[in-house]
C-alpha cells in the first residue's frame, strides 16, 4: 500500500540519467554555437553600449531638457512635465543619476526591441486563428514561468552582461505589447473593413490605413504595460550583470542596507511613474477623435 | 468614360447558398428544394435562388425587401464583397465572378463605390480625409484628390465641414460623407447598402431629394437597397422586391403600384401614397372623339402634381396631352381624387 501514500515517480536513477543526458547535451549546443549565438546578437550589443554611454556621458542639463522635451511632444501637459522635472532632480540630488540613466537607457532598448518584434507578431497573429492558436501559449509560458528559470540557459549561451539582461528582460515583457496589438487589430469594426475592401484596398493598405491606425490605442496600451513589466525586470536583470538602478537594491538585499534599497527603490517607482504618464497622455492624445461626440 | 459606353449590369440565374459545403446542394435547389428543406435536411441557409436582374446604365434600380430577404447579400455580389455558389454577375459585361484576386481589386478601385448603412467611415481621419480614402487607394497623388474630394463634398452641402471628424457630425451629415467618398471615386457603378435607413425620416427624405438631384447629372447606374417601400418608389426607375432569396416582382413603380404581383406586394402597397406615385394615364379615360377641350396636362406626371395644378381650374374634362403635345386622353378632377384614396379602382381600371 506503498504507492497510495508516495506517488509513484521515475526511478532515481532513471531520472538522473534523464537530467544529466538534458544538460550535457544543451551543454554540447552552448560549446557548438554559443560562439555564433553570441556573434549574432553583437550589432545589439554595440547598441546597448551606444545608447548607455550617450546617457550616462552627456552633461546632465542636456539630457535633462531632451527628456523633458520629449515628455512635452508626447503629452503637451505642463503638470506631467512638472512630476518628471522634481523626480528627475530629486533623483540627481539623492546622487542615482547615473545608475537612473542606466536604467532608462536599458528601458528605452528593450522597449523598442519588443516594438520591433511584438508589432510584427502580433500583426500576424491577428490575421490567422492558427497562428493565434500557436502564439498564445508560448505567451503565457513567457509570462508564468519564473525568470531565474530561463536566465539559466541565457546565461549558459552568452555568459552574464547586457545582452542575455536585455533578451531577459524582452522575454518577461514583450507579451502585452504581442497581445494587445493582436486584439486591436481583430477589435477594428467589420464594417470599416468591409468599406475598405469595397474600394479595393488590398492587405497592405488594409493594415496600414485602417487597422493599425483604429488598433493605435490599444497598441499603446500594450507598449505602456511592456515599458512597466521591463522596469519591474529591473532588480533580476541586474544579477546577471545589467547595471543600474538594480544593482544597488541587490547590494542592499545581501548587505541589509535598508536606505540604500528604499532609496533605489523610490526612484525605480519615480521613472515607472513618468514613463506611464508619459505614455498614457500620449495614447489618449492619439484617439482625440473620438472624445467628442455630437450631440 | 467618353470613349466607351458603360454596358449596365446584369445578374444571370445567382444562386447563393451559405454553409460549409455549399456547392453541393446547388443542384438540389435548382431542381426545387425549399429554403426550409435545405436547412432541416443539411443545415444549410438558401440565401438567394435564381436571381435575373438586368440593370440599364444610368438608372436607378431598387431592390427593395424586408430584412432577411437576401437584399443586402445581393448587392454583395456585385462587387463581390459575398462569393456567389453560382451564377454569373455582368457588369460592362465582365463576369465578376470570374475575377482573380488582382483584377477585382483594381474592377472595386475604378468601377464601383459603396455607400453603407452604418456609414462605415474611419474614425481617425477628418472628412476631407475620409472622402479622398477611395482615390488614396487608387493611388492618386494627394493634392489631385483633396481637389475631387472639395467638389464633391461642396456638392453634397458639406462645405466648411471638411476638418471635422466624423463623431463630431450628425448621422445625416455623416451619411453625406459617404456618399461624397463614393461619388469621389467616379465610378459608374453606385452601391448603397440601406444607405438611408439609419436616418431619421425628415433627413431621410432630405437625402432622397440630394440624390435625386446628383443623378441628373451624374447619371451612374445606381443600385440602391431599402426596406422602405416610399423610398424605393421614389427613386426607384425600376425596382425588384425580393423575399425569402427570391425575386418576386420587378418593374417600374407603376407596374408594382398598379398590377401587384401577389398578394404580399398588394399587402405592401396599401399603405403607399398614390397619389405621388401613379401617373395620369392610368386613371384617364379614352379621348372621346373631337372632345378635346379644356385645360391640358403632360402625361408623365403623378397624379398629386395633377391636382396641386388643377385645384384652381374650373371644373370638367381635362385633357392629357403627350410629349409631343398630342392629347392622349381625358382625366376628371373626380377621377384624380378618387384614385388617390381608391386602391382598387386605378388597377382594375389600368388592367383594363
Known amino acids: 500500500m506503498e504507492w497510495l501514500y508516495k506517488f509513484p515517480s521515475m526511478q532515481d536513477g532513471a531520472l538522473r540519467d534523464l537530467k544529466k543526458m538534458i544538460d550535457e547535451g544543451f551543454r554540447a549546443f552552448t560549446r557548438a554555437y554559443g560562439g555564433s549565438i553570441e556573434g549574432f546578437f553583437t550589432p545589439l550589443q554595440h547598441f546597448l553600449i551606444a545608447v548607455d554611454r550617450f546617457m550616462t556621458q552627456t552633461p546632465w542639463p542636456v539630457i535633462l ?19 518628471c522635472l522634481v523626480t ?16 532608462i537607457s536599458m528601458i528605452f532598448v528593450c ?40 536566465l539559466i540557459p541565457v546565461v549558459m549561451l552568452l ?16 507579451p502585452p505589447m504581442i497581445r494587445l496589438t493582436n486584439l486591436g487589430i481583430r477589435l477594428v469594426d467589420r464594417d470599416v473593413l468591409e468599406a475598405a475592401d469595397a474600394f479595393g484596398a488590398d492587405r497592405r493598405q488594409k493594415l496600414l490605413k485602417v487597422q493599425l491606425p483604429l488598433a493605435l490605442p490599444t497598441i499603446m496600451a500594450g507598449i505602456n504595460q511592456t515599458i512597466m513589466m521591463a522596469l519591474a525586470m529591473v532588480v533580476i536583470a541586474s544579477m546577471i550583470g545589467v547595471q543600474g538602478l538594480g544593482q544597488p537594491v541587490l547590494k542592499a538585499i545581501a548587505n541589509q542596507y535598508f536606505t540604500l534599497g ?9 521613472i515607472a511613474i513618468m514613463f506611464d504618464r508619459v505614455s498614457q497622455a500620449y495614447g489618449q492624445r492619439l484617439q482625440k477623435h473620438r472624445e467628442i461626440v455630437h450631440g | 468614360m467618353a470613349e466607351h459606353a458603360f454596358g449596365g449590369i446584369e445578374i444571370r440565374h445567382l444562386y447563393k447558398i451559405f454553409g460549409p459545403d455549399a456547392a453541393s446542394h446547388v443542384d438540389a435547389v435548382k431542381n426545387g428544394m425549399t429554403k426550409t428543406e435545405l436547412n432541416e435536411r443539411f443545415g444549410h441557409v438558401l440565401g438567394l435562388r435564381d436571381i435575373n436582374i438586368e440593370m440599364p446604365s444610368g438608372s436607378i434600380q431598387v ?10 447579400t445581393l448587392i454583395r455580389h456585385i462587387n463581390r464583397l459575398i462569393d456567389p455558389t453560382a451564377g454569373e454577375v455582368l457588369v460592362d459585361g465582365a463576369d465578376v465572378v470570374k475575377m482573380p484576386e488582382a483584377e477585382l481589386r483594381e474592377f472595386r478601385r475604378h468601377q464601383t463605390a459603396m455607400v453603407f448603412q452604418k456609414f462605415a467611415l474611419l474614425p481617425h481621419r477628418t472628412v476631407l480625409d475620409n472622402t479622398i480614402f477611395g482615390l488614396e487607394i487608387q493611388g492618386m497623388p494627394r493634392q489631385k484628390s483633396i481637389e475631387t474630394a472639395r467638389r464633391w463634398l461642396e456638392r453634397v452641402g458639406l462645405k466648411g465641414f471638411e476638418e471635422k471628424y466624423p463623431n463630431q457630425l450628425s448621422g445625416g451629415m455623416q451619411q453625406r460623407v459617404g456618399l461624397a467618398r463614393a461619388l469621389a471615386n467616379d465610378a459608374p457603378v453606385l452601391l448603397m ?40 418608389l421614389r427613386l426607384g426607375d425600376r425596382i425588384a422586391i425580393l423575399r425569402d432569396g427570391e425575386v418576386i416582382q420587378q418593374g417600374t413603380s407603376q407596374d408594382i403600384v398598379l398590377r401587384p404581383a401577389d398578394d404580399y406586394v398588394a399587402n405592401f402597397v396599401k399603405e403607399v401614397n398614390r397619389g405621388r406615385v401613379v401617373h395620369v394615364e392610368a386613371v384617364m379615360s379614352p379621348l372621346a372623339t373631337g372632345a378635346a377641350g379644356g385645360p391640358a396636362i403632360a402625361a408623365g406626371i403623378t397624379i398629386e402634381e395633377a391636382v396641386r395644378m388643377l385645384a384652381s381650374a374650373p371644373d370638367g374634362d381635362i385633357t392629357v396631352v403627350d410629349a409631343s403635345g398630342k392629347p392622349v386622353g381625358a382625366v376628371t378632377f373626380r377621377q384624380l381624387a378618387s384614385a388617390m384614396v381608391n386602391t382598387h379602382g386605378t388597377g382594375e381600371r389600368a388592367a383594363a
Open chain 1, 262 to 270: 528604499i532609496f533605489n527603490g523610490l526612484a525605480i517607482v519615480g
Open chain 1, 65 to 83: 531638457v531632451i527628456i523633458l522635451a520629449l515628455v512635452w511632444f508626447a503629452s503637451r501637459s505642463l503638470k506631467i512635465m512638472a512630476i
Open chain 1, 88 to 103: 528627475l532632480m530629486l533623483i540627481g540630488y539623492f546622487d542615482m543619476w547615473t545608475d537612473t540613466m542606466r536604467t
Open chain 2, 193 to 232: 447598402d440601406e444607405a438611408y435607413s439609419a436616418l431619421d425620416p425628415l433627413i431621410r427624405t432630405d437625402m432622397q431629394t440630394v440624390l435625386l438631384d446628383l443623378q441628373k447629372e451624374i447619371r451612374k447606374t445606381i443600385v440602391f437597397i431599402t426596406h422602405d417601400l416610399d423610398e424605393a
Open chain 1, 111 to 150: 522597449t523598442l526591441l519588443s516594438i520591433a518584434i511584438g508589432l510584427p507578431a502580433g500583426i500576424l497573429m491577428a490575421r490567422s486563428d492558427r497562428v493565434q492558436r500557436v502564439v498564445n501559449p508560448i505567451l503565457d509560458v513567457m509570462q508564468t514561468m519564473p525568470s531565474f528559470v530561463y
Open chain 1, 159 to 174: 555568459g552574464i552582461g547586457r545582452v542575455p539582461g536585455l533578451i531577459a528582460v524582452v522575454i518577461y515583457a514583450i
Open chain 2, 63 to 72: 431592390i427593395m425587401g424586408l430584412s432577411g430577404s437576401g437584399k443586402s
